[in-house]
């Protein structure tokens, strides 16, 4: 499954220790029993489907990572006195973060967006080729995407609100530009828990 091979490519070029390495894979062994448990009638989405599918979950958890950055960087503004250089710079930082993130979620959004589209062409054409048939499941990869979407839309919101109320308290004081392509830590916690959660669609993000 292709969805596999991102998140695996995700654990290891995301700096995650053996330990978080190995709970990644736990995770995706059972999203995949899942997979199977859950049997379904039809065809399974098409090879160009799980393509878009993957770029769009790449682009969903690229968005994560920074919204979360961003999320910390404009508490930290928050938490500073008023005006002062720190907090001005931890608010551009913030800022900055967060229009990144803007740009993977709308590149997020439309890869799933084709994908969608592609995979109820050939849902409907089964179906009308099928009528007495039950319509085809998506595997689970596809509700994780879909879950994913939906936190950062989410997530999203509260940061955007975050880094303007840290941009108006130090709006007094000029800041020192931020660094065009900062290092973003992964939101991933240590608990297999949440990683479990997060191939299932299920994560909670701060």
């Not at 059972?30 to 393509?51: C, F, I, M, T």
């Not at 551009?92 to 993977?104: F, H, I, N, T, W």
């Amino acid at each position: 499954m292709l969805i596999w091979g991102f998140l695996a490519a995700v654990a290891a070029e995301s700096g995650l220790t053996q330990q978080q390495a190995d709970g990644v894979l736990r995770a995706l062994t059972l999203s995949q029993a899942l997979d199977k448990v859950v049997e379904s009638q039809g065809p399974s989405p098409s090879k160009n489907a799980e393509s878009l599918l993957l770029s769009g979950s790449q682009s969903l958890f690229a968005a994560h990572q920074k919204l979360v950055a961003a999320q910390s960087e404009a508490e930290a503004a928050l938490e500073m006195p008023e005006n002062t250089g720190t907090g001005a710079t931890d608010a551009v930082s913030a800022a900055s973060l967060l229009q990144r993130a803007q740009g993977d979620f709308e590149a997020g959004h439309g890869f799933l967006d084709r994908a969608s589209k592609l995979r109820q062409k050939q849902v409907d054409e089964f179906v009308s080729a099928h009528p007495l048939a039950n319509e085809p499941r998506d595997p689970q990869a596809w509700e994780t995407a879909r879950g994913m979407e939906k936190e950062d839309k989410k997530l999203l919101a509260l940061v955007a609100s975050a880094v303007e109320d840290a941009k108006s308290r130090h709006s007094g004081v000029k800041a020192a530009a931020p660094l065009a392509n900062a290092p973003v830590q992964s939101f991933l916690q240590d608990d297999e828990s949440s990683l479990v959660a997060f191939v299932n669609g299920n994560t909670v993000f701060p």
